[in-house]
Structure formats: structure tokens, C-alpha cells
């Protein structure tokens, strides 16, 4: 893409749309963030709220959008996205991934801006198949306690391909695989952010189950770099960004006791209903279509992230 672009990040407050404020930031772009809050924290802009080149609009994308001037891209990251929170915010959840959408969506349609959508490997539900390729419809289970979460993105994203093919819209989807990296909170239920904080205060550090089901961790950098690409590309079909080093959570869990030189224990605590066994994506789309891949191995972002944790923590 040429020339500065005017720039919408919904969410933009959160975890992953601080980091996308950021990097659009440090390419040139004016950035404009939406957030209500209710998961993202003002905290997370302090290293850019007063660039010239940002501002931030306190709103709830579930309302109607309005956005004066021009906008050449929206990124839309506005989600409860950690189990702890969807499974505290049902409604919400389901209404940002329906209602926001369509908010969003709509504005995009009226300012003939490009419109990515951040969508989740969770549209995968509990996988039969693995590695997991975009091609590849899904094992959701709509009436559980993870529908709300799995059955909202997976509207949002029939409704990002419905506005492309009826409008004609620029979209773009992403399925965004475990990410991890600073601005996470330690309250956030996930396995990284949590283990890291547990091992940090000397707490037992909680694994559900065995601890045998794998997941496959993307240090958030790389990840924000994939999206770039995708924003750029003219790519409609949906896209995973992952890292696929596949690690089962009991093995994660060790890893980290051990960066922190931490002498807490493991405890195991009831494995939730419906939690996926695996979890690792297929990168072939991403890798030969947006030539990505990610870069920072599991120790380096580990290890950056405990710096982070140890900064908040004391």
C-alpha cells in the first residue's frame, strides 16, 4: 500500500490492538482506537497515547459507529478473546462478534475502507484434524460453554464474506493461534500469562487435566507483522498467523518454572468442558502467499514476557 493511511482499530486498547496501534504508528499511518474497556486498559497506549498520529475514542462497538473524515483500513479487534472473560461476558461476547461486526462492516462499507477481521483458531472448535488448514469447517459444539466465544466468530466471519461478496468490500480474515507477549494481564486465565504470574508470587501454578493437550504459542510481534501483511495483501479467504512448535501445557508449565527459576509446584485442577486437545495451525497459506513466518523462538518470548510480568508484579 502507498502514502499514509488513516487507520480504525476496534479494540484498539487491548492486548493485540495496542500492539497493531503501535506498529501502524511506527509506519506512518494515523491511528484512531476504539475501546469501551471492558477487557483493554489505557495502560497499554502509554507508550504512544500522545503521538500526534493517535487518538483514542472511549465507545462500544456494539453501538453505532461514527466516524468523521476518512478512513482508509478498519482492524477489527474488539473481542473478549481469553476464556476468563468470554465465559464472564457471554453476551457481550456474542453481541461485539454480531453487532460490533455489522457496526464495523458498515462503516467500512461507507468509507470504502479495507476491513480485516480478527477471527480465532477457535472457529476450529475441538479439532479432528492436525495441523489445522483454513479449508478445514470445524468441531464446535454451539451450545457449550465455549460457543459464545467459537459461534460469534464464526458469524463475524460469514458476515465479513457476506459484505464481500454482496458490496464487493476489501476484507480480509484472520485466524489469529495462541499469542502471548507484554500487555497481557496476569488475571487473563491463559496459559502463559498465568503460569508466568503463579511462578512469579511462588503460587502453584494450575494445569486442567493432565496437562497433555498442545498448544502452539506466537510471540506477539510476529504475529502483528502477519497481519500487516494480510492488511496489505489482497487476500479475501481466511488466513491462520500461528506459530505451529506444537508443546503440551504440562511441558509449558515446566518451561516456565524454569525461566523464572521458580520453585512452585504443578497442581492439577478439572479439565473445562469442551477444551480442545490440540491446537497448532497449518501455515502454508500464510508462508507462500504472504512469504511469513514466525521468528522469535519460545524461549526469547518467554523470557520477554517474564521481564514484563516481573515490571507489573514487582
Not at 24 to 32: D, I, P, S, T
Not at 55 to 71: E, K, M, N, P, Q
Request: contains cysteine; proline residues 5%; neutral net charge.
Amino acid at each position: 500500500m502507498m502514502g499514509a493511511m488513516r487507520v480504525l482499530v476496534t479494540g484498539g486498547a487491548g492486548f493485540l490492538g495496542s500492539h497493531l496501534c503501535e506498529a501502524l504508528l511506527a509506519r506512518g499511518e494515523e491511528v484512531l482506537a476504539l475501546d469501551n474497556l471492558l477487557t483493554g486498559s489505557e495502560r497499554n497506549l502509554a507508550a504512544f497515547r500522545q503521538h500526534p498520529r493517535f487518538r483514542f475514542v472511549l465507545h462500544d462497538v456494539t453501538h453505532h459507529i461514527d466516524v468523521s473524515g476518512a478512513l482508509d483500513a478498519i482492524l477489527h479487534f474488539a473481542s473478549p478473546a481469553s476464556p476468563a472473560d468470554y465465559l464472564q461476558y457471554k453476551i457481550h461476547t456474542l453481541k461485539v462478534g454480531s453487532l460490533g461486526t455489522h457496526n464495523a462492516l458498515g462503516l467500512a462499507k461507507e468509507k470504502k475502507a479495507r476491513f480485516l477481521l480478527a477471527s480465532t483458531s477457535e472457529v476450529y472448535g475441538d479439532p479432528l484434524v492436525s495441523p489445522q488448514t483454513e479449508d478445514y469447517w470445524g468441531n464446535v459444539n454451539p451450545v457449550g460453554p465455549r460457543g459464545v466465544y467459537d459461534e460469534a466468530k464464526r458469524f463475524a466471519e460469514a458476515m465479513t464474506m457476506a459484505y464481500h461478496r454482496t458490496h464487493g468490500l476489501s476484507t480480509r480474515i484472520v485466524r489469529i493461534f495462541n499469542t502471548y507477549g507484554p500487555r497481557m494481564r496476569p488475571n487473563d486465565g491463559r496459559a502463559i500469562c498465568t503460569f508466568i504470574a503463579q511462578a512469579l508470587r511462588g503460587e502453584p501454578l494450575t494445569v486442567f487435566g493432565e496437562g497433555g493437550q498442545t498448544r502452539s504459542f506466537c510471540y506477539v510481534s510476529d504475529l502483528v507483522d502477519g497481519i500487516l501483511r494480510l492488511l496489505d495483501s489482497e487476500l479475501h479467504d481466511p488466513v491462520n498467523l500461528g506459530n505451529p512448535e506444537e508443546i503440551s501445557i504440562r511441558r509449558l508449565a515446566e518451561e516456565i518454572l524454569e525461566l523464572t527459576q521458580s520453585r512452585s509446584s504443578i497442581v492439577s485442577r478439572p479439565l473445562p468442558q469442551d477444551d480442545p486437545k490440540q491446537r497448532r495451525p497449518d501455515l502454508t497459506r500464510a508462508r507462500t502467499l504472504l512469504g511469513w513466518q514466525p521468528r522469535i523462538s519460545r524461549r526469547e518470548g518467554l523470557d520477554l514476557t517474564a521481564r514484563y510480568f516481573r515490571s507489573l508484579l514487582g
